[in-house]
C-alpha cells in the first residue's frame, strides 16, 4: 500500500460531478500511475455490459463509475502483465469524509476480467485491501 496513490485517488474524486459521493480510482503498474478516473453522471457502454452483475433490469442508468472509467483508458494495451497492477479506490461523502469504496460487483468483474489482483480501498476508518484471486480482505490501516 502507497498513501501517495491514496492522495491522488482522492483528488481525482473530486473531479466527480455525481451528488452523493465522489469516487477516484489510480491505476499503478510498476510504480507508475497509468490511469485516472471518477465517478460520473455520464454513461458509458462498457459500465452497462458490467451493470449485469448487480442489475437484472436494463431500465437503471448505467452512471460511470470511478474503476470503470480509468480501466477503460487502458483495458486494449497489451503491454501490461494485469496481475501487477494495483488499483487504488477512494471515496468520500459530502463532508469530505473518507467511506468504503470497495468496489460493486459490476467493477470487481472488470478489474476480475483484466486479471488485477491488488485492490485497495477506502474504509469508514482507514484503508483496506482485497484478493481477487483468494476473496480475502485486510484492514491495513485504519485512524481516528
Known sequence: MNDHFFIKAKKASEF???????????????????????????THPIQKIYNKERFSADNTP???????AALCLIK??????WSSVELYIYRENKKKEPRMSKPCASCLAMIKDLGIVDVYYTIDNGYAYYNTITNKEEVMKTYD
Open 62 to 68: 448505467h452512471s460511470l463509475h470511478a474503476e470503470i
Open 76 to 81: 486494449n494495451r497489451n503491454d501490461i502483465d
Open 16 to 42: 466527480s460531478d455525481f451528488k452523493r459521493y465522489h469516487v477516484g480510482c489510480v491505476v499503478v503498474y510498476k510504480g507508475y500511475i497509468l490511469s485516472v478516473g471518477f465517478n460520473s453522471n455520464k
